[in-house]
Structures are given as C-alpha cells and as structure tokens.
C-alpha cells in the first residue's frame, strides 16, 4: 500500500507549546485516539495513549502541554515527554515513550502519512 497523506487540521490551529488537535487513527482494525502538538515551530504527532498505562494523556481535551509549554504531561501519572520525540524525561512512564506518527505539514495544513513510504 503506498503512502497516503490525510488532512488533520490547519496549521494555524496549532501554536508553540499550545493546545494539540485531537484526532483518531485506524489502528489494527481499531479506532485510536491521537494528537498533534507544534513545539519550537514543528508539528509532532503522537498516539494519544500513556506508556505507563494505557490512558489518554490530556487533561482536559486537547490540553497536552504541562504549565511551561515544554513538556507533555499525563494528566494521570504526571509523566513528562520531550515533545520533539515523545521520549520518557521522567516519571510512570519507566523509559518507554510515546509513539509517533509520521506527519507532514504543506499549504497551511497538517496532515498525517499513512501506509508505507
């Protein structure tokens, strides 16, 4: 299967170390919750799932970012992930991150990469 690009949202819509977009995937015949943050001027997307346990990490919908804007949080646990990469930087998530998504930003939109390259 080749590469699609799906729309997600304008990318307007997401300010450095602001609220993300929430949105879902197609995952193993499953519908997964997912989001896209913008960190240091790039859009980074991830499933929108804890490592620790398998939660939504948003405090409140969209809200992803800890009081800073540098570092996700889990509104459960307080685990934090550098936002570039969803890597653990402390807390319940015991080194296991969080998993990305591949996504493109072009013409004002983000959108996420589907399929194979």
């Known amino acids: 299967m080749a590469a699609q690009a799906r729309l997600i949202c304008a990318s307007a819509s997401l300010c450095d170390g602001g609220d993300g977009f929430r949105f879902e995937i197609e995952r193993h015949g499953r519908k997964e919750p997912a989001f896209a943050i913008r960190h240091h001027g790039r859009v980074y997307a991830y499933l929108n799932?804890?490592?620790?346990?398998?939660?939504?990490?948003?405090?409140?919908?969209?809200?992803?970012?800890?009081?800073s804007g540098?570092?996700?949080?889990?509104?459960?646990?307080?685990?934090?992930?550098?936002?570039?990469?969803?890597?653990?930087?402390?807390?319940?998530?015991?080194?296991?991150?969080?998993?990305?998504?591949?996504?493109?930003?072009?013409?004002?939109?983000?959108?996420?990469?589907?399929?194979?390259q």
């Open 49 to 67: 799932r804890c490592s620790h346990v398998p939660v939504e990490i948003d405090w409140q919908p969209g809200k992803f970012f800890d009081h």
């Open 70 to 116: 540098l570092y996700l949080i889990c509104a459960t646990h307080g685990a934090l992930y550098a936002p570039e990469s969803g890597a653990c930087l402390g807390g319940r998530c015991g080194g296991r991150g969080l998993s990305p998504l591949r996504i493109s930003e072009h013409d004002g939109q983000v959108f996420l990469i589907e399929g194979e």
